[in-house]
């Protein structure tokens, strides 16, 4: 296919939520992949023989070497941790000392940044600091909070006649739907000249619990409650550690305060169409069947 540049992106982070689309965005677009991942056979359920698959991780340096060896890109996503400042910078060094011409950093949300952020907004600030002054040209996108990521609980709730919790109270947050994450990311891989800097991604609207509430009520033609109260795992601390559950609580925190509201034309600005709506998102899994064997 003429216009195609088929020289190797190597892809991070590509067996999680947003590094599977990623990656099938670069194999539609005729560019080949190399993914580095800890687990061989996971990668190649996913993926087949589509893409090569670097066996290692980031604390691995040997095997970061080895990834990035003939790779002229690279997509950096990985996931928080109390050691990514490190291990991101890593795979940053590596990637300049093997002369790979372009990243594009998987960053957290603009409203964790600042002196009143979180614990990832401040790691995250490092590491998009570090790749500024790495020499290779280089973009970080700081998606809002994922559809993905934000709904699922919402849509279990909504599905077994349960309330909605408004753990952020009446805030509104502008969800951005992995998929129009990941059309980014891979424009922004294959465009042929880059801005370097940060790009902020959110959907094209801001929506409060209760006009989550609404929605789905209209959806599904029922009423859907509210409720003020704490979700129960965040209760009864049903989250795996004790820092998994401190960063959801600061997350909760700046989204009471009303900083993940903002919506920017970004999504927009770069693939020449609209964000993908909380509305479509909702309808695609309110409406679809359980499957078989699921309560």
Do not use: C
Request: aromatic fraction near 4%; proline fraction near 5%; glycine fraction near 10%.
């Amino acid at each position: 296919m003429p216009g195609i540049d088929r020289s190797i992106t190597l892809v991070t982070g590509a067996t999680g939520k947003l590094g599977p689309l990623i990656v099938r965005g670069l194999l539609k677009r005729g560019t080949a992949v190399r993914v580095l991942s800890r687990r061989r056979e996971a990668a190649r359920d996913l993926f087949g023989s589509s893409v090569e698959i670097a066996v290692g991780d980031f604390t691995d340096r040997d095997s970061l070497r080895a990834a990035v060896e003939g790779v002229s890109r690279v997509l950096l996503l990985g996931p928080i941790s109390a050691d990514m400042v490190e291990n991101q910078i890593a795979v940053v060094r590596v990637a300049a000392a093997a002369g790979v011409t372009r990243i594009v950093k998987i960053s957290g949300s603009d409203w964790t940044f600042g002196p009143d952020g979180t614990f990832s907004g401040a790691a995250h600030e490092k590491i998009e600091k570090h790749l500024l002054a790495s020499g290779v040209p280089a973009v970080s996108l700081r998606p809002n909070g994922w559809m993905q990521v934000s709904l699922p609980s919402a849509i279990e709730s909504i599905r077994a006649g349960q309330p909605l919790h408004a753990a952020h109270g009446n805030a509104a947050v502008s969800y951005i739907d992995a998929r129009d994450i990941a059309d980014v990311a891979v424009a922004q891989l294959l465009v042929p000249t880059i801005t370097p800097g940060v790009l902020v991604l959110t959907g094209g609207e801001a929506l409060t619990t209760r006009d989550l509430a609404g929605i789905a009520a209209l959806t599904l033609g029922r009423p859907v409650e509210v409720t003020d109260t704490a979700p129960p795992a965040l209760v009864a601390g049903g989250h795996v550690n004790e820092f998994e559950l401190s960063i959801v609580q600061q997350f909760i925190r700046i989204l009471a305060s009303g900083r993940a509201a903002p919506v920017t034309d970004t999504v927009e600005r770069v693939l020449g169409r609209k964000p993908r709506t909380v509305a479509a998102y909702l309808a695609e899994h309110l409406t679809a069947q359980p499957a078989k064997g699921a309560a």
